[in-house]
Protein backbone atom coordinates (compact mmCIF):
# COMPACT_ATOMS: atom_id res chain seq x y z
CA UNK A 1 0.00 0.00 0.00
CA UNK A 2 1.65 3.50 -1.16
CA UNK A 3 2.06 5.41 1.87
CA UNK A 4 -0.03 8.21 0.89
CA UNK A 5 -3.03 6.38 1.08
CA UNK A 6 -1.80 4.31 4.13
CA UNK A 7 -2.72 4.32 7.87
CA UNK A 8 -1.28 1.92 10.11
CA UNK A 9 -5.40 0.29 10.65
CA UNK A 10 -5.68 -0.60 6.74
CA UNK A 11 -2.28 -1.85 7.08
CA UNK A 12 -3.11 -4.11 9.51
CA UNK A 13 -6.02 -5.06 7.42
CA UNK A 14 -4.49 -5.88 4.37
CA UNK A 15 -2.20 -8.13 6.14
CA UNK A 16 -4.77 -9.73 7.54
CA UNK A 17 -6.25 -10.43 4.12
CA UNK A 18 -2.80 -10.99 2.29
CA UNK A 19 -1.13 -13.54 4.79
CA UNK A 20 -3.88 -13.82 7.45
CA UNK A 21 -2.54 -17.36 8.89
CA UNK A 22 0.89 -16.61 8.76
CA UNK A 23 2.33 -15.39 12.66
CA UNK A 24 2.42 -11.52 13.76
CA UNK A 25 3.27 -11.54 17.05
CA UNK A 26 4.59 -13.74 19.75
CA UNK A 27 5.14 -13.39 23.32
CA UNK A 28 6.65 -15.49 26.48
CA UNK A 29 4.20 -16.59 29.11
CA UNK A 30 5.27 -18.75 31.92
CA UNK A 31 7.94 -20.34 29.61
CA UNK A 32 6.01 -20.99 26.57
CA UNK A 33 5.67 -18.87 23.47
CA UNK A 34 2.22 -17.79 22.32
CA UNK A 35 1.40 -17.21 18.89
CA UNK A 36 -1.35 -14.59 16.92
CA UNK A 37 -1.87 -14.96 13.52
CA UNK A 38 -2.43 -11.60 11.35
CA UNK A 39 -5.96 -12.57 11.18
CA UNK A 40 -6.06 -12.95 15.24
CA UNK A 41 -4.46 -9.67 15.59
CA UNK A 42 -6.97 -7.85 13.49
CA UNK A 43 -9.99 -9.30 15.36
CA UNK A 44 -8.15 -8.54 18.57
CA UNK A 45 -7.88 -5.10 17.69
CA UNK A 46 -11.53 -4.52 16.08
CA UNK A 47 -12.76 -5.68 19.40
CA UNK A 48 -10.67 -2.93 20.98
CA UNK A 49 -11.89 -0.01 19.20
CA UNK A 50 -15.48 -1.48 19.09
CA UNK A 51 -14.94 -1.55 22.97
CA UNK A 52 -13.14 2.16 23.38
CA UNK A 53 -15.72 3.54 21.08
CA UNK A 54 -18.39 1.97 23.04
CA UNK A 55 -17.68 3.62 26.25
CA UNK A 56 -17.31 6.92 24.45
CA UNK A 57 -13.75 7.45 22.80
CA UNK A 58 -13.94 9.16 19.96
CA UNK A 59 -11.77 10.65 17.15
CA UNK A 60 -9.10 12.87 18.40
CA UNK A 61 -9.37 11.76 21.80
CA UNK A 62 -5.97 10.36 22.88
CA UNK A 63 -4.76 7.08 24.76
CA UNK A 64 -2.00 6.31 27.23
CA UNK A 65 -1.02 3.21 27.61
CA UNK A 66 2.41 1.90 29.71
CA UNK A 67 3.89 -0.88 30.31
CA UNK A 68 6.32 -3.41 28.91
CA UNK A 69 6.63 -4.40 25.81
CA UNK A 70 2.95 -6.11 25.79
CA UNK A 71 1.13 -8.07 22.65
CA UNK A 72 -1.86 -5.99 23.91
CA UNK A 73 -0.31 -2.89 24.25
CA UNK A 74 0.64 -2.83 20.25
CA UNK A 75 -2.61 -3.41 19.73
CA UNK A 76 -4.14 -1.04 21.64
CA UNK A 77 -2.36 1.74 19.19
CA UNK A 78 -3.84 0.22 16.89
CA UNK A 79 -7.35 0.20 17.76
CA UNK A 80 -7.11 3.77 18.69
CA UNK A 81 -5.65 5.25 15.34
CA UNK A 82 -8.94 2.80 14.16
CA UNK A 83 -11.10 5.31 15.80
CA UNK A 84 -9.01 8.35 14.95
CA UNK A 85 -7.50 8.50 18.18
CA UNK A 86 -3.95 9.27 19.01
CA UNK A 87 -1.45 6.69 20.91
CA UNK A 88 0.58 7.98 23.82
CA UNK A 89 3.07 5.54 25.17
CA UNK A 90 4.39 6.42 28.16
CA UNK A 91 7.73 4.97 30.11
CA UNK A 92 7.17 2.42 32.23
CA UNK A 93 9.96 2.87 34.74
CA UNK A 94 8.74 6.62 35.44
CA UNK A 95 7.35 7.63 38.66
CA UNK A 96 3.88 8.42 39.36
CA UNK A 97 5.21 12.52 39.30
CA UNK A 98 5.60 12.06 35.85
CA UNK A 99 2.91 10.10 35.17
CA UNK A 100 0.86 13.12 35.98
CA UNK A 101 2.97 15.21 33.88
CA UNK A 102 2.69 13.51 30.66
CA UNK A 103 -1.32 12.42 31.59
CA UNK A 104 -2.17 16.58 31.86
CA UNK A 105 -0.28 17.33 29.23
CA UNK A 106 -1.93 15.08 26.38
CA UNK A 107 -5.13 15.49 28.28
CA UNK A 108 -5.56 11.67 28.83
CA UNK A 109 -8.96 10.42 29.81
CA UNK A 110 -8.79 6.74 28.92
CA UNK A 111 -5.38 4.90 29.81
CA UNK A 112 -4.51 0.87 28.99
CA UNK A 113 -1.50 -0.23 31.19
CA UNK A 114 0.29 -3.51 31.67
CA UNK A 115 -0.44 -4.62 35.43
CA UNK A 116 -0.90 -3.97 38.92
CA UNK A 117 2.58 -1.90 39.27
CA UNK A 118 1.81 0.80 36.60
CA UNK A 119 -1.97 0.61 37.79
CA UNK A 120 -0.36 1.95 41.35
CA UNK A 121 1.63 4.86 40.14
CA UNK A 122 -1.39 5.64 37.75
CA UNK A 123 -3.76 5.84 40.61
CA UNK A 124 -1.09 7.59 42.50
CA UNK A 125 -1.68 10.45 39.98
CA UNK A 126 -4.95 10.06 38.90
CA UNK A 127 -6.14 12.89 41.71
CA UNK A 128 -3.62 15.91 39.88
CA UNK A 129 -5.00 14.36 36.61
CA UNK A 130 -8.85 16.17 36.31
CA UNK A 131 -9.20 14.56 32.52
CA UNK A 132 -8.59 11.02 33.61
CA UNK A 133 -11.82 8.98 33.60
CA UNK A 134 -11.32 5.51 32.15
CA UNK A 135 -8.26 3.12 33.43
CA UNK A 136 -7.89 -0.45 32.16
CA UNK A 137 -5.24 -3.14 32.73
CA UNK A 138 -3.84 -6.15 30.73
CA UNK A 139 -2.30 -8.67 33.44
CA UNK A 140 -5.29 -9.12 36.32
CA UNK A 141 -2.80 -10.64 39.05
CA UNK A 142 -3.27 -9.21 42.14
CA UNK A 143 -6.03 -6.08 41.52
CA UNK A 144 -8.88 -8.42 42.17
CA UNK A 145 -10.34 -5.61 45.02
CA UNK A 146 -9.21 -2.43 43.17
CA UNK A 147 -11.56 0.05 42.76
CA UNK A 148 -11.77 2.29 39.66
CA UNK A 149 -10.15 0.03 36.86
CA UNK A 150 -11.38 -2.43 35.16
CA UNK A 151 -9.57 -5.54 32.99
CA UNK A 152 -9.16 -5.39 28.95
CA UNK A 153 -11.15 -8.60 29.15
CA UNK A 154 -14.37 -6.80 30.01
CA UNK A 155 -13.28 -3.98 27.04
CA UNK A 156 -13.30 -7.21 24.60
CA UNK A 157 -16.18 -8.06 25.97
CA UNK A 158 -17.64 -5.09 25.45
CA UNK A 159 -16.46 -4.53 22.33
CA UNK A 160 -17.60 -8.09 21.09
CA UNK A 161 -21.33 -6.89 21.77
CA UNK A 162 -20.63 -3.48 20.17
CA UNK A 163 -19.71 -4.67 16.86
CA UNK A 164 -22.52 -7.54 16.71
CA UNK A 165 -25.06 -4.35 17.04
CA UNK A 166 -23.03 -2.19 14.88
CA UNK A 167 -21.28 -4.30 12.37
CA UNK A 168 -20.21 -1.62 9.97
CA UNK A 169 -18.67 0.73 12.31
CA UNK A 170 -15.28 -0.63 12.72
CA UNK A 171 -14.62 -0.68 8.84
CA UNK A 172 -16.32 2.93 8.31
CA UNK A 173 -14.08 4.21 10.96
CA UNK A 174 -10.86 3.31 9.94
CA UNK A 175 -12.00 4.40 6.01
CA UNK A 176 -12.21 7.31 7.95
CA UNK A 177 -8.84 7.56 8.88
CA UNK A 178 -6.12 9.75 7.24
CA UNK A 179 -2.54 9.63 6.23
CA UNK A 180 -2.03 12.79 7.24
CA UNK A 181 -3.71 12.49 10.71
CA UNK A 182 -1.73 12.50 14.16
CA UNK A 183 -1.06 8.81 15.11
CA UNK A 184 1.12 9.18 17.96
CA UNK A 185 2.59 11.70 20.47
CA UNK A 186 5.95 11.01 21.80
CA UNK A 187 7.42 12.51 24.48
CA UNK A 188 11.09 13.68 23.76
CA UNK A 189 13.81 12.97 26.78
CA UNK A 190 13.49 16.20 28.31
CA UNK A 191 17.31 16.79 28.46
CA UNK A 192 16.99 20.75 29.44
CA UNK A 193 13.58 20.74 30.77
CA UNK A 194 9.88 19.13 30.59
CA UNK A 195 9.17 16.69 27.86
CA UNK A 196 8.01 18.13 24.51
CA UNK A 197 4.88 16.14 22.95
CA UNK A 198 5.71 15.31 19.63
CA UNK A 199 3.11 14.45 17.38
CA UNK A 200 3.87 12.68 14.36
CA UNK A 201 1.32 11.06 11.16
CA UNK A 202 1.01 7.91 9.89
CA UNK A 203 2.35 8.58 6.43
CA UNK A 204 5.53 10.36 8.39
CA UNK A 205 6.23 6.98 10.48
CA UNK A 206 4.91 4.38 7.35
CA UNK A 207 6.96 6.49 4.92
CA UNK A 208 10.05 5.81 6.88
CA UNK A 209 9.22 2.30 7.83
CA UNK A 210 9.01 1.58 3.97
CA UNK A 211 12.36 3.58 3.20
CA UNK A 212 14.07 1.91 6.05
CA UNK A 213 12.39 -1.61 5.25
CA UNK A 214 13.33 -1.41 1.34
CA UNK A 215 17.02 -0.32 2.06
CA UNK A 216 17.48 -3.07 4.06
CA UNK A 217 15.27 -5.51 1.93
CA UNK A 218 13.23 -6.45 5.27
CA UNK A 219 9.77 -8.45 4.39
CA UNK A 220 7.32 -10.51 5.92
CA UNK A 221 9.74 -13.36 6.81
CA UNK A 222 11.79 -11.43 9.19
CA UNK A 223 11.31 -11.36 12.97
CA UNK A 224 12.99 -8.84 15.62
CA UNK A 225 12.47 -9.18 19.19
CA UNK A 226 9.93 -6.18 20.76
CA UNK A 227 11.71 -5.21 24.42
CA UNK A 228 12.82 -1.67 24.23
CA UNK A 229 10.74 1.10 26.06
CA UNK A 230 7.39 1.33 23.56
CA UNK A 231 7.17 5.49 24.59
CA UNK A 232 10.86 5.60 22.65
CA UNK A 233 10.87 6.32 19.13
CA UNK A 234 12.93 3.43 18.16
CA UNK A 235 10.51 0.82 19.16
CA UNK A 236 7.68 2.74 17.54
CA UNK A 237 9.83 2.42 14.26
CA UNK A 238 11.49 -0.97 14.33
CA UNK A 239 8.38 -3.18 16.15
CA UNK A 240 5.12 -1.11 15.41
CA UNK A 241 5.52 0.54 11.89
CA UNK A 242 8.01 -1.53 10.20
CA UNK A 243 5.84 -4.58 11.29
CA UNK A 244 2.88 -3.26 10.02
CA UNK A 245 4.42 -2.52 7.08
CA UNK A 246 6.33 -5.21 6.08
CA UNK A 247 4.45 -7.73 8.18
CA UNK A 248 6.95 -9.47 9.46
CA UNK A 249 6.64 -10.72 13.51
CA UNK A 250 7.16 -9.50 16.62
CA UNK A 251 8.01 -11.16 19.62
CA UNK A 252 7.91 -9.91 23.22
CA UNK A 253 10.00 -11.28 25.90
CA UNK A 254 8.49 -13.11 29.01
CA UNK A 255 10.36 -9.93 31.03
CA UNK A 256 12.77 -7.54 31.14
CA UNK A 257 15.09 -10.43 32.96
CA UNK A 258 14.68 -13.11 30.07
CA UNK A 259 15.09 -10.69 27.32
CA UNK A 260 19.14 -12.70 26.28
CA UNK A 261 17.50 -15.58 26.63
CA UNK A 262 14.39 -15.03 24.64
CA UNK A 263 16.82 -13.42 22.52
CA UNK A 264 18.56 -16.82 21.67
CA UNK A 265 15.33 -18.66 21.63
CA UNK A 266 13.59 -16.82 19.19
CA UNK A 267 16.87 -16.36 16.99
CA UNK A 268 15.53 -12.81 15.54
CA UNK A 269 16.65 -12.02 11.54
CA UNK A 270 16.50 -8.32 12.89
CA UNK A 271 17.59 -6.04 15.64
CA UNK A 272 17.81 -2.96 17.23
CA UNK A 273 20.10 -1.74 20.70
CA UNK A 274 21.23 0.79 22.30
CA UNK A 275 25.36 0.56 22.63
CA UNK A 276 25.43 -0.32 26.08
CA UNK A 277 23.35 -3.48 25.50
CA UNK A 278 25.65 -4.61 22.93
CA UNK A 279 29.01 -4.08 25.14
CA UNK A 280 27.12 -5.40 27.78
CA UNK A 281 26.74 -8.47 25.58
CA UNK A 282 30.39 -8.24 24.52
CA UNK A 283 31.55 -8.06 28.50
CA UNK A 284 29.39 -11.00 29.97
CA UNK A 285 31.08 -13.50 26.86
CA UNK A 286 34.60 -12.24 27.93
CA UNK A 287 33.78 -13.16 31.51
CA UNK A 288 32.86 -16.43 30.58
CA UNK A 289 36.11 -16.71 28.28
CA UNK A 290 37.73 -15.86 31.59
CA UNK A 291 36.23 -19.41 32.89
CA UNK A 292 37.20 -20.86 30.03
CA UNK A 293 40.12 -23.47 29.65
CA UNK A 294 43.56 -22.72 28.61
CA UNK A 295 43.13 -24.20 25.21
CA UNK A 296 39.60 -22.55 24.54
CA UNK A 297 40.74 -19.30 25.89
CA UNK A 298 44.02 -19.39 23.44
CA UNK A 299 41.98 -20.33 20.65
CA UNK A 300 39.19 -17.45 21.02
CA UNK A 301 42.26 -15.08 21.53
CA UNK A 302 43.56 -16.49 18.00
CA UNK A 303 40.68 -16.43 15.80
CA UNK A 304 39.09 -13.09 17.18
CA UNK A 305 42.73 -11.88 16.12
CA UNK A 306 42.06 -13.31 12.43
CA UNK A 307 38.75 -11.28 12.61
CA UNK A 308 39.75 -8.06 13.04
CA UNK A 309 42.67 -8.63 10.49
CA UNK A 310 39.64 -9.79 7.66
CA UNK A 311 36.50 -10.42 9.01
CA UNK A 312 34.81 -7.37 8.33
CA UNK A 313 36.68 -6.77 5.04
CA UNK A 314 34.55 -10.46 4.70
CA UNK A 315 31.57 -9.17 5.32
CA UNK A 316 31.70 -5.84 2.85
CA UNK A 317 32.51 -8.86 -0.10
CA UNK A 318 35.72 -7.02 -0.24
CA UNK A 319 38.99 -8.96 -1.62
CA UNK A 320 40.51 -11.04 0.98
CA UNK A 321 43.67 -13.03 0.77
CA UNK A 322 42.96 -16.76 -0.03
CA UNK A 323 45.03 -17.84 3.66
CA UNK A 324 43.24 -15.24 5.20
CA UNK A 325 39.78 -16.60 3.99
CA UNK A 326 40.54 -20.42 5.02
CA UNK A 327 41.66 -19.10 8.73
CA UNK A 328 38.51 -17.17 8.57
CA UNK A 329 36.42 -19.75 7.79
CA UNK A 330 38.05 -22.07 10.11
CA UNK A 331 37.10 -19.62 12.85
CA UNK A 332 33.71 -19.35 12.14
CA UNK A 333 33.31 -22.66 12.40
CA UNK A 334 35.64 -22.78 16.15
CA UNK A 335 34.42 -19.74 17.34
CA UNK A 336 32.16 -16.98 15.35
CA UNK A 337 28.90 -19.45 14.33
CA UNK A 338 29.30 -20.90 18.65
CA UNK A 339 29.60 -16.99 19.15
CA UNK A 340 26.94 -15.92 17.11
CA UNK A 341 24.80 -18.15 18.67
CA UNK A 342 25.46 -17.22 22.59
CA UNK A 343 24.50 -13.75 21.85
CA UNK A 344 21.22 -15.06 20.16
CA UNK A 345 22.58 -13.56 16.77
CA UNK A 346 23.07 -16.49 14.84
CA UNK A 347 19.92 -15.89 12.19
CA UNK A 348 20.55 -11.72 11.92
CA UNK A 349 20.87 -10.07 8.67
CA UNK A 350 20.40 -6.71 10.35
CA UNK A 351 21.42 -5.33 13.00
CA UNK A 352 21.54 -1.54 14.10
CA UNK A 353 22.72 0.43 17.10
CA UNK A 354 21.83 4.51 17.90
CA UNK A 355 20.94 6.71 20.67
CA UNK A 356 24.68 7.32 21.63
CA UNK A 357 28.36 6.59 20.11
CA UNK A 358 29.17 3.47 20.16
CA UNK A 359 33.00 2.37 20.70
CA UNK A 360 34.68 2.10 17.62
CA UNK A 361 36.49 -1.25 18.95
CA UNK A 362 33.35 -2.61 20.17
CA UNK A 363 32.05 -1.72 16.64
CA UNK A 364 34.55 -3.50 14.62
CA UNK A 365 34.21 -6.68 17.03
CA UNK A 366 30.85 -7.51 15.99
CA UNK A 367 30.98 -7.00 12.12
CA UNK A 368 34.13 -9.23 12.48
CA UNK A 369 32.45 -12.01 13.98
CA UNK A 370 29.70 -11.75 10.86
CA UNK A 371 26.84 -9.70 12.19
CA UNK A 372 25.84 -7.22 9.99
CA UNK A 373 25.80 -4.66 12.81
CA UNK A 374 24.91 -0.56 11.33
CA UNK A 375 24.38 2.71 12.87
CA UNK A 376 21.65 4.62 11.92
CA UNK A 377 20.51 8.69 13.24
CA UNK A 378 17.69 10.01 13.66
CA UNK A 379 15.57 11.54 16.46
CA UNK A 380 11.60 11.48 17.53
CA UNK A 381 10.98 14.38 16.13
CA UNK A 382 12.12 12.41 12.59
CA UNK A 383 10.85 9.17 13.25
CA UNK A 384 14.56 7.76 13.87
CA UNK A 385 14.67 8.32 10.44
CA UNK A 386 17.46 10.29 8.92
CA UNK A 387 20.30 8.49 8.07
CA UNK A 388 21.12 4.84 7.11
CA UNK A 389 24.85 3.02 6.59
CA UNK A 390 25.07 0.65 3.41
CA UNK A 391 25.99 -2.66 3.15
CA UNK A 392 29.35 -2.29 1.77
CA UNK A 393 30.17 1.45 2.72
CA UNK A 394 29.85 0.93 6.73
CA UNK A 395 32.17 3.36 8.88
CA UNK A 396 32.72 3.44 12.40
CA UNK A 397 33.21 6.98 12.42
CA UNK A 398 30.30 7.83 10.65
CA UNK A 399 26.00 7.71 11.17
CA UNK A 400 25.77 6.54 7.23
CA UNK A 401 24.00 8.80 4.34
CA UNK A 402 20.95 10.56 4.04
CA UNK A 403 17.97 8.01 4.11
CA UNK A 404 15.95 7.34 0.72
CA UNK A 405 13.43 10.56 0.70
CA UNK A 406 15.67 12.64 3.50
CA UNK A 407 17.86 15.87 2.79
CA UNK A 408 20.51 16.73 4.59
CA UNK A 409 22.90 20.44 4.92
CA UNK A 410 25.11 21.56 7.32
CA UNK A 411 24.31 25.81 8.30
CA UNK A 412 26.69 27.84 8.74
CA UNK A 413 27.36 27.30 12.73
CA UNK A 414 27.94 23.27 11.95
CA UNK A 415 24.51 22.51 13.06
CA UNK A 416 22.84 19.69 11.24
CA UNK A 417 19.35 20.90 9.39
CA UNK A 418 16.77 17.66 7.58
CA UNK A 419 14.06 17.71 5.59
CA UNK A 420 11.64 15.44 4.34
CA UNK A 421 8.62 13.47 5.01
CA UNK A 422 9.67 12.01 8.30
CA UNK A 423 9.49 15.68 10.24
CA UNK A 424 6.84 15.82 12.86
CA UNK A 425 3.62 18.12 12.13
CA UNK A 426 3.87 19.89 15.61
CA UNK A 427 4.63 19.67 18.92
CA UNK A 428 1.57 18.97 21.24
CA UNK A 429 0.07 22.64 22.06
CA UNK A 430 3.49 24.00 21.69
CA UNK A 431 3.06 26.44 18.18
CA UNK A 432 6.34 28.29 19.61
CA UNK A 433 8.89 25.28 19.21
CA UNK A 434 7.20 24.15 16.30
CA UNK A 435 8.17 27.29 14.86
CA UNK A 436 11.75 27.99 16.56
CA UNK A 437 12.44 24.42 15.17
CA UNK A 438 11.50 24.22 11.61
CA UNK A 439 12.42 27.15 9.73
CA UNK A 440 11.06 28.88 6.58
CA UNK A 441 12.39 26.00 3.78
CA UNK A 442 11.16 23.34 5.81
CA UNK A 443 13.97 22.46 7.34
CA UNK A 444 14.23 20.66 11.16
CA UNK A 445 17.04 21.95 13.32
CA UNK A 446 18.51 18.94 14.75
CA UNK A 447 20.43 20.58 17.58
CA UNK A 448 23.31 18.37 16.28
CA UNK A 449 26.78 19.37 15.36
CA UNK A 450 28.27 17.60 12.78
CA UNK A 451 30.06 17.26 8.94
CA UNK A 452 29.43 15.00 6.02
CA UNK A 453 32.49 13.50 4.73
CA UNK A 454 34.11 13.03 1.18
CA UNK A 455 32.45 9.81 0.84
CA UNK A 456 28.65 11.40 1.57
CA UNK A 457 28.19 10.27 5.01
CA UNK A 458 26.97 12.21 8.39
CA UNK A 459 29.41 12.50 11.12
CA UNK A 460 28.44 13.67 14.41
CA UNK A 461 30.11 15.68 16.80
CA UNK A 462 28.30 16.85 19.39
CA UNK A 463 25.20 19.15 20.95
CA UNK A 464 25.19 21.81 19.02
CA UNK A 465 24.06 23.61 22.51
CA UNK A 466 26.67 22.45 24.41
CA UNK A 467 29.44 22.58 22.16
CA UNK A 468 31.66 25.87 23.74
CA UNK A 469 35.21 27.01 24.03
CA UNK A 470 37.55 27.25 26.91
CA UNK A 471 39.12 29.91 28.75
CA UNK A 472 42.22 29.81 26.67
CA UNK A 473 39.89 29.76 23.42
CA UNK A 474 40.00 26.29 22.48
CA UNK A 475 37.47 23.82 21.48
CA UNK A 476 35.29 22.16 23.91
CA UNK A 477 32.50 19.12 22.88
CA UNK A 478 31.70 17.38 26.80
CA UNK A 479 29.49 14.33 24.38
CA UNK A 480 32.58 13.92 22.54
CA UNK A 481 34.78 13.56 25.40
CA UNK A 482 32.13 11.67 27.42
CA UNK A 483 31.53 9.13 24.97
CA UNK A 484 35.57 7.98 24.51
CA UNK A 485 35.18 7.71 28.13
CA UNK A 486 32.22 5.46 28.26
CA UNK A 487 33.96 3.34 25.29
CA UNK A 488 35.62 1.77 27.92
CA UNK A 489 33.37 -1.24 29.86
CA UNK A 490 34.54 0.05 33.11
CA UNK A 491 32.80 3.46 32.73
CA UNK A 492 29.04 3.10 32.56
CA UNK A 493 28.71 7.14 32.67
CA UNK A 494 30.48 10.76 32.43
CA UNK A 495 30.51 14.05 33.26
CA UNK A 496 32.38 16.37 31.35
CA UNK A 497 32.89 20.15 32.56
CA UNK A 498 35.10 22.72 30.58
CA UNK A 499 32.78 25.37 29.18
CA UNK A 500 34.95 28.94 30.10
CA UNK A 501 37.47 26.93 32.02
CA UNK A 502 41.03 26.80 31.98
CA UNK A 503 41.15 22.79 31.73
CA UNK A 504 38.74 19.54 31.43
CA UNK A 505 37.33 17.99 34.64
CA UNK A 506 35.30 14.85 34.99
CA UNK A 507 32.60 12.85 37.02
CA UNK A 508 32.73 9.17 36.03
CA UNK A 509 30.08 6.39 37.00
CA UNK A 510 31.95 3.13 37.23
CA UNK A 511 30.42 -0.21 35.52
CA UNK A 512 29.24 -2.07 38.69
CA UNK A 513 29.40 -5.39 36.67
CA UNK A 514 32.62 -5.26 34.73
CA UNK A 515 34.62 -3.63 37.59
CA UNK A 516 32.61 -5.59 40.17
CA UNK A 517 34.06 -8.42 38.04
CA UNK A 518 37.37 -6.85 38.09
CA UNK A 519 37.65 -6.89 41.24
CA UNK A 520 36.78 -9.84 42.41
CA UNK A 521 39.12 -11.96 39.91
CA UNK A 522 41.41 -9.60 42.41
CA UNK A 523 40.55 -10.62 45.67
CA UNK A 524 39.47 -7.07 46.02
CA UNK A 525 36.56 -7.33 48.55
CA UNK A 526 34.13 -4.41 48.75
CA UNK A 527 30.73 -3.71 50.06
CA UNK A 528 28.52 -2.06 47.14
CA UNK A 529 28.92 0.35 45.05
CA UNK A 530 30.30 3.18 46.93
CA UNK A 531 32.83 1.38 48.86
CA UNK A 532 34.20 -0.57 45.00
CA UNK A 533 34.46 3.29 43.53
CA UNK A 534 36.58 4.71 46.53
CA UNK A 535 39.04 1.88 46.26
CA UNK A 536 42.52 2.90 45.16
CA UNK A 537 42.78 0.19 42.60
CA UNK A 538 39.75 0.74 41.25
CA UNK A 539 40.90 4.54 40.49
CA UNK A 540 44.20 3.73 39.15
CA UNK A 541 41.95 1.12 36.74
CA UNK A 542 39.71 4.66 35.65
CA UNK A 543 42.90 6.33 35.34
CA UNK A 544 44.03 3.80 33.01
CA UNK A 545 41.59 4.73 30.51
CA UNK A 546 41.30 8.62 30.90
CA UNK A 547 44.82 8.37 30.21
CA UNK A 548 43.89 6.64 26.93
CA UNK A 549 41.47 9.02 26.34
CA UNK A 550 43.91 11.73 26.69
CA UNK A 551 46.33 10.49 24.50
CA UNK A 552 43.80 10.20 21.86
CA UNK A 553 42.53 13.36 22.10
CA UNK A 554 46.25 14.78 22.01
CA UNK A 555 45.94 13.84 18.44
CA UNK A 556 42.96 15.68 17.14
CA UNK A 557 44.46 18.99 16.99
CA UNK A 558 41.53 21.65 18.02
CA UNK A 559 40.89 18.80 20.87
CA UNK A 560 44.63 18.87 22.32
CA UNK A 561 43.82 21.25 25.13
CA UNK A 562 40.50 19.40 26.37
CA UNK A 563 41.83 16.47 27.97
CA UNK A 564 41.18 15.87 31.01
CA UNK A 565 43.20 16.75 34.00
CA UNK A 566 41.35 15.78 37.16
CA UNK A 567 38.07 13.40 37.44
CA UNK A 568 36.16 12.13 40.30
CA UNK A 569 34.44 8.65 40.29
CA UNK A 570 30.92 9.59 42.39
CA UNK A 571 29.87 7.50 45.35
CA UNK A 572 26.39 7.16 43.40
CA UNK A 573 25.14 5.66 39.96
CA UNK A 574 23.33 8.56 38.17
CA UNK A 575 19.51 7.83 37.92
CA UNK A 576 16.51 8.98 35.96
CA UNK A 577 14.86 8.87 39.43
CA UNK A 578 16.58 11.19 40.73
CA UNK A 579 16.64 13.34 37.82
CA UNK A 580 20.55 13.37 36.33
CA UNK A 581 19.24 11.38 33.33
CA UNK A 582 16.70 11.20 31.33
CA UNK A 583 14.45 8.10 30.96
CA UNK A 584 16.33 7.31 27.60
CA UNK A 585 19.34 7.63 29.68
CA UNK A 586 20.91 10.90 28.53
CA UNK A 587 22.69 13.01 30.90
CA UNK A 588 20.82 15.91 32.79
CA UNK A 589 23.45 18.31 32.42
CA UNK A 590 22.65 21.66 33.95
CA UNK A 591 20.96 19.73 36.65
CA UNK A 592 24.26 18.15 37.71
CA UNK A 593 25.99 21.04 37.42
CA UNK A 594 23.80 22.78 39.62
CA UNK A 595 23.12 19.56 42.30
CA UNK A 596 27.03 18.52 42.52
CA UNK A 597 28.44 22.60 42.27
CA UNK A 598 30.09 21.23 45.43
CA UNK A 599 32.27 18.87 43.69
CA UNK A 600 32.68 20.78 40.26
CA UNK A 601 34.26 23.28 42.62
CA UNK A 602 36.67 20.85 44.58
CA UNK A 603 37.39 19.91 41.08
CA UNK A 604 38.77 22.97 40.44
CA UNK A 605 40.55 23.67 43.77
CA UNK A 606 43.64 22.48 44.99
CA UNK A 607 41.75 19.94 47.37
CA UNK A 608 42.25 16.11 46.88
CA UNK A 609 39.28 15.18 48.98
CA UNK A 610 35.72 16.41 48.79
CA UNK A 611 33.08 15.13 51.46
CA UNK A 612 29.46 15.16 49.82
CA UNK A 613 25.59 13.90 50.97
CA UNK A 614 23.24 13.24 48.59
CA UNK A 615 19.42 12.54 48.96
CA UNK A 616 18.79 9.38 46.85
CA UNK A 617 15.25 7.59 45.92
CA UNK A 618 15.59 3.71 46.15
CA UNK A 619 13.88 1.16 43.93
CA UNK A 620 11.05 1.03 46.85
CA UNK A 621 10.39 4.18 47.05
CA UNK A 622 11.68 5.48 50.28
CA UNK A 623 14.68 8.38 50.19
CA UNK A 624 17.78 8.50 51.96
CA UNK A 625 21.00 10.05 52.35
CA UNK A 626 24.20 8.79 51.24
CA UNK A 627 27.17 10.13 51.94
CA UNK A 628 31.25 10.08 51.28
CA UNK A 629 34.46 11.51 50.79
CA UNK A 630 35.47 11.75 47.48
CA UNK A 631 39.07 11.29 46.43
CA UNK A 632 39.90 14.00 43.35
CA UNK A 633 42.17 12.48 40.96
CA UNK A 634 44.80 13.94 38.68
CA UNK A 635 44.96 12.37 35.73
CA UNK A 636 47.52 11.18 33.03
CA UNK A 637 47.89 14.38 30.20
CA UNK A 638 50.15 15.70 27.65
CA UNK A 639 52.32 18.50 27.85
CA UNK A 640 50.73 21.39 25.32
CA UNK A 641 54.02 21.06 23.24
CA UNK A 642 53.89 17.10 23.43
CA UNK A 643 50.24 17.97 22.31
CA UNK A 644 51.04 20.34 19.59
CA UNK A 645 53.15 17.58 17.76
CA UNK A 646 50.73 14.63 18.18
CA UNK A 647 47.99 16.95 16.79
Not at 153 to 172: C, K, M, R, S, V
Not at 189 to 211: D, E, L, M, R, W
Request: charged share 25%; net charge negative; proline share 4%.
Amino acid sequence: MEAGLATFPRLLLEHAHVRGERPATREKDLGIWQTWTWSQVADEVRALACGLAALGFKRGMRLAIIGDNRPRLYWSMTAAQALGGIAVPMYQDAPAAEFAYVLNDAEIVYAIVEDQEQVDKILEAAPQVPSLKHIYYDDPRGLRNYEGVTGVDHLLEIGHAFDLEHPDFYNDEVARGRPDDVSIVLYTSGTTGKPKGVCQTHAAFITSAQGGCGFDKLDSRDSILSYLPMAWVGDHLFSYAQWLVAGFTINCPESGDTVMTDLREIGPTYYFAPPRVFENLLTQVMIRMEDASAVKRRLFRYFTDVARRCGAAILDRKRVAASDRLLYALGNLLVYAPLRNVLGMSRIRVAYTAGAAIGPDLFRFYRSIGINLKQLYGSTETCAYVCLQPDGGVKFDTVGQAAPGVEIKIAEGGEVLVRGPMLLKEYYKRPDATVESIDAEGFFHTGDAGLIDDSGQLKIIDRAKDVGKMSGGALFAPNYIENKLKFFPHIKEAVAFGNARDKVCAFVNIDMGSVGNWAERRGIAYSGYTDLGAKPEVYRLIGECVAQVNAELAREGPLAASQIHRFIILHKELDPDDDELTRTRKVRRNFIAEKYAVLIDALYSDKDVQHIETLVKFEDGRSGMVAADLRIEEAKTLPAAAAREAA
